[in-house]
């Protein structure tokens, strides 16, 4: 009697439990809309004018970040090959160099 009782209410209680499927038409519906007769046609339609894009701003020089990434990689490989103390330092500072001139280059 037990297990006829609690398969009756796992089945109710999946029975009561929204499905995706109802969910995602709901959302289809209210995006798009209910269909109507000006939405169906037949044939051939003149198509809509479409404006043209905006062109894209012009970008700067960038000849100078691009030099600042270029030392500033050299650094850090000349720091690797000097090793010690010495090394981490000029490392750390063409990690800087480097990293401040990536950064204005994506500005």
Known sequence: ???LWLSLFATILACSLPSPAVAQ?????RRFGAPVAAQASVGV???KAVPAPLPAP???D???N???MIVGGAA??????????AGTLI???????FLWGLYQYLQ
């Not at 038409?25 to 519906?29: F, Q």
């Not at 490392?91 to 160099?97: K, R, W, Y």
């Open 45 to 47: 339609r003149k198509a």
């Open 62 to 64: 960038t000849r100078q």
């Open 25 to 29: 038409g709901a959302r289809l519906l």
């Open 91 to 97: 490392s750390v500072g063409g990690a800087v160099v």
């Open 1 to 3: 009697m037990r297990k």
């Open 66 to 68: 691009r030099a600042m």
């Open 58 to 60: 012009p970008r700067a």
């Open 76 to 85: 850090m490989l000349t720091g690797a090959v000097v090793g010690s103390d």
